[in-house]
């Protein structure tokens, strides 16, 4: 069980925190709509503070980078949050099409958008931001 663990360490943390990500992302977007503001800036900015806590989790916990240097470090957040962009922009076309122009429920269409966004940033983490170099 505990070679099992190890094995998949990565991935249940990813799970873990993507969950916790999710979580800040959904709840940041359901305050700020119901405060008011329209759907493409409420994505918006849930997207900057799910952003902002996925970097320190996955940094630290998920994937154990190594970047010590204040170049690497740099190149590490700014491959990261370019990856990110992508995968937000996928998330405010989402909402967009389903919720602004289908008008379809707008926190069922969030939950599905953000299973997406999570595995798109899996593999973008892994592949580009904290492979081992």
């Known amino acids: 069980m505990r070679k099992l663990l190890e094995r ?3 991935i249940l943390l990813y799970i873990f ?3 916790l990500t999710t979580l800040v992302n959904i709840v940041a977007y359901y305050l700020l709509s119901r405060m ?3 759907t493409v800036p409420a994505t918006g900015v849930a997207w900057v503070l799910s952003v902002a806590f996925a970097y320190v989790t996955n940094r630290r916990w998920v994937f154990d980078s ?3 240097s204040p170049g690497e470090i740099v190149r590490e ?3 990261f949050a370019v990856c990110r962009l ?4 996928m998330d405010v076309a989402i909402m967009y099409v389903c919720v602004d122009l289908l008008h379809w429920n707008d926190l069922l269409i969030k939950i599905i ?3 997406l966004v999570v595995i798109a940033n899996y593999v973008a983490s892994k592949l580009f931001v904290f492979r081992s170099r």
């Open 8 to 10: 998949y360490r990565s």
């Open 17 to 19: 925190f993507g969950g």
């Open 36 to 38: 008011g503001m329209a």
């Open 66 to 68: 190594k970047a010590s």
């Open 77 to 79: 957040a700014f491959s």
């Open 86 to 89: 992508l995968s937000g922009l």
């Open 113 to 115: 958008s953000n299973v």
